[in-house]
């Protein structure tokens, strides 16, 4: 079983930034940020190999948001900023068994709780 905690969500201003944090309780090959706004499905944000540090970013977030890893911590890192305007959304973390380089949410198997974003308008 793999545990996946993350941290860092909170309130900022449009055009500013912010960083999540997703700690994992052992090495996870590949993880994923996924989002979801009330009422509206989740969408992959980026998801990174923790194996050679491959990325990859939706359309909306590419230029924004980067993903690292700090694999001596077992945790992945989203930096977003410009942030925009939009309905408040909670920041999912997840962890597959191998990188696909894809964001479908159907790919990943290990989920955290997730954390809250909201970017006021």
């Known amino acids: 079983q793999l545990q996946l905690v993350e941290s860092g969500g909170g309130l900022v201003q449009p055009g500013g930034s912010l960083r999540l944090s997703c700690a994992a309780s052992?090495?996870?090959?590949?993880i994923a940020w996924v989002r979801r706004a009330p009422g509206k499905e989740r969408e992959g944000v980026s998801c990174i190999s923790s194996s050679d540090g491959s990325t990859k970013y939706a359309d909306s977030v590419t230029g924004r948001f980067t993903i690292s890893r700090d694999n001596a911590k077992n945790t992945v890192y989203l930096q977003m900023s410009c942030l925009k305007p939009d309905a408040p959304a909670v920041y999912y973390c997840?962890?597959?068994?191998?990188?696909?380089?894809?964001?479908?949410?159907?790919?990943?198997?290990?989920w955290g709780q997730g954390t809250p974003v909201t970017v006021p308008s």
């Open positions: 052992r090495f996870a090959v590949a």
């Open positions: 997840a962890a597959s068994t191998y990188y696909s380089g894809r964001l479908e949410e159907r790919r990943y198997i290990y």
